[in-house]
């Protein structure tokens, strides 16, 4: 049976930016037969789907929404959607934003409902102006049709739902540190415990997902969870997900596919090699994977398989690099994104990724010394794993599969005392 | 170029408009300190896209927060700036996505253009460029940001047509 886009069916359709264009593809269905159900029933169907988390770490939805505590019905209690998309590489939330805004309404609201949030928050990074506008643009008419509102849809809920713009730092895509920004704090993440669902925003019970998970919720009540549970490689990597393949490929762009696609055939959909250029490695989910190289070019893209094969899905980021790149180079540019976005909190963190980024720049310049791939494995051995959030663990992925996976690429360097890779220079006669 | 030019405008006062869009803005949120971001992005808006310290000021007594705590939250965000800007701001982004399709001819042809280096603003106060970190558009690297808009696909000559089309 052939594949059919659900997330992605309003792209290009202009239509569906307005209430009543989404509505003709079925919009607000979900919601409106979510209104019927019991809370409990909905969160049961979402955990039943197998949905995991779309933002990077793949923790399964419903059971998040279940560790919502509902005991006192007074408590206020919010939903955070994380539209900060800031991991390099991504870029798949901002086409849901930009081309059908009121999928992703839809989800918060079902969401909202189901865990009894009263407001949502869609925080958004504070460069993507063009989604803000549009998503805001899209709740006022949800307002105006009293989809949102103090009586949503006449269900007696009342439901807010605001757009906050972020202002800059990648760090406030880490939950806890984006929490802190939302208060209008510095973006530093919490220590957990305790976790948002307990003391989340403004010292509530927080519900914390990412653009695209929420974008799915609409389709699994509309059509069930089983038929979610259909698409997929197993019962832990479920649905379709959106892969956005950036780099050295001909027809770079957000695709969807059935999750646990492979990469070869992604590539293939995506038009092969850029200019027929031959592979040489691939990061399958975004700069905090560490790097595959294209031996496994026939890897399952889900969840369990990528992490089986020492890397992540991440947020389904695949990069794709020709053999005319340096890996020494892609590295330390890298380390050099991490280290500008530490938090400084952590001591390994913050010195770890300064130490990182030094060595690999010198490397890069032809600097480097021997023994600076053992430097760098013991650096990388200190800030993971002792860090405060996941990015000191982001950090390391990609420097460890370098000195793993491309050992002769860094002797190299040292040896000729110079890059042995050419530039970038693709524009001829600076044209 | 050897020194930063004279600020090209301060901060010239809360307007009605702008105090009426705080005190939306407050009804959103359950503290007034969760409206620090958005007030910050106005102060910025109304100076010229920058914070001079009387901004930071402003903002610190209009939401009843210490000044010290609003220079922290500024310090901390790449998209508040405590120089003056040009009139257009760019922003390049040097990823990887973009480093490898060519992002560095696009920062040369930008310094050969505009003649300043980086975060500095031309004499004229019309530009100033930087180098930054992803900027969720990898499938249309390389690419720039030209104030709000994203600019993509890019190249040399490109770059060249959309500076002459900045006032
Ligand atoms: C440094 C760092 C940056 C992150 N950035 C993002 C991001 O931009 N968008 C996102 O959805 N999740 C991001 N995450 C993951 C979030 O912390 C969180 O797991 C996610 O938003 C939960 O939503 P999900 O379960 O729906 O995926 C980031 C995590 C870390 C450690
Ligand atoms: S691990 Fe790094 S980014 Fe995370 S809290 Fe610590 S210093 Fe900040
Ligand atoms: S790497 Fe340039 S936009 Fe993502």
């Known amino acids: ?431 | 170029m050897t020194e930063a030019p004279a600020p090209q405008t301060r901060f010239p006062g809360f307007t009605p408009e702008a105090r009426a869009q705080i005190d939306m803005l407050r009804t959103r949120y359950p503290t007034a300190e969760a409206v620090l971001l958005p007030a910050l992005y106005i102060a910025q808006r109304l100076s010229g896209g920058w914070l001079p310290d009387e901004a930071i000021q402003a903002v610190a007594a209009e939401l009843d927060l210490p000044e010290s705590k609003v220079y922290g939250v500024v310090t901390f965000y790449d998209l508040f700036h405590q120089k003056p800007v040009g009139r257009h701001r760019i922003r390049v982004c040097t990823n990887l996505s973009c480093q490898i399709r060519g992002s560095a001819e696009i920062m040369d042809t930008l310094r050969q253009e505009l003649g300043v280096g980086e975060e500095e603003v031309t004499p004229d106060g019309r530009c100033s460029y930087v180098h930054f970190e992803c900027l969720g558009s990898c499938d249309t690297a390389p690419m720039m940001m030209v104030d709000d808009d994203y600019r993509e696909n890019l190249t040399p000559n490109k770059v060249r047509d959309i500076l002459r089309g900045l006032k």
């Open chain 1, 1 to 431: 049976m052939a594949f059919e886009r659900v997330l992605t069916r309003n792209v290009g359709n202009r239509d569906a930016l307005t209430l009543e264009g989404y509505k003709k593809t079925g919009g607000y269905e979900a919601l409106s037969k979510a209104f019927k159900m019991e809370p409990g029933a909905v969160i049961e169907e979402v955990k039943k789907s197998g949905l995991r988390g779309r933002g990077g770490a793949g923790f399964p939805a419903g059971m998040k929404w279940g560790f919502i505590p509902q005991k006192d019905p007074n408590q206020p209690k919010y939903l955070v959607c994380n539209a900060d998309e800031s991991e390099p590489g991504t870029f798949k939330d901002r086409l849901h934003m930009e081309h059908d805004p009121h999928q992703l309404i839809e989800g918060c609201a079902i969401c909202c409902w189901a865990v009894h949030a009263e407001t949502c928050y869609i925080y958004i990074r504070g460069e993507y102006t063009k989604s803000a506008v549009i998503l805001e643009r899209a709740i006022k008419d949800a307002y105006d049709a009293r989809i949102l509102g103090d009586n949503a849809m006449g269900s007696g809920f009342k439901l807010n739902m605001y757009v906050h713009r972020g202002a800059g730092a990648y760090i406030c895509g880490e939950e806890t540190g984006m929490l802190e920004s939302l208060e209008g704090k510095r973006g530093q993440p919490r220590v957990k415990p305790p976790f948002p669902a307990v003391v989340g925003a403004f010292g509530a019970p927080t519900v914390i997902n990412n653009v695209e998970t929420l974008c799915n919720v609409p389709h699994i009540l509309n059509r069930g969870a089983d038929w979610f549970k259909s698409i997929g490689t197993d019962e832990r990597n479920t649905g379709p997900k959106l892969y956005a393949i950036s780099g050295h490929v001909e027809r770079p762009g957000t695709y969807e596919h059935p999750i646990g696609i492979t990469f070869r055939e992604m590539l293939e959909a995506a038009g092969g090699m850029w200019r027929q250029g031959n592979l040489k490695a691939f990061i399958p989910g975004g700069a905090s994977a560490p790097i595959l190289k294209a031996s496994e070019i026939d890897i399952k893209m889900d969840f369990d398989t990528v992490a089986k094969a020492g890397s992540m899905l991440g947020s389904a980021a695949v990069i794709v690099m020709d053999e005319t790149v340096c890996m020494v180079r892609s590295v330390a540019r890298l380390a050099k994104f991490f280290n500008h976005e530490s938090c400084g909190q952590c001591t390994p963190c913050r010195e770890g990724t300064n130490w990182m980024e030094l060595v690999l720049k010198r490397l890069e310049h032809g600097e480097g010394r021997e023994g600076d791939a053992m430097l760098l494995k013991s650096v990388a051995g200190n800030v993971g794993g002792n860090s405060l959030c996941a990015l000191g663990d982001a950090a390391v992925g990609p420097v460890k599969s370098l000195v793993e996976r491309f050992p002769e690429e860094i002797d190299a360097h040292v040896r000729e005392r110079r890059c042995p890779f050419p530039e970038y220079r693709y524009f001829k006669d600076g044209a």
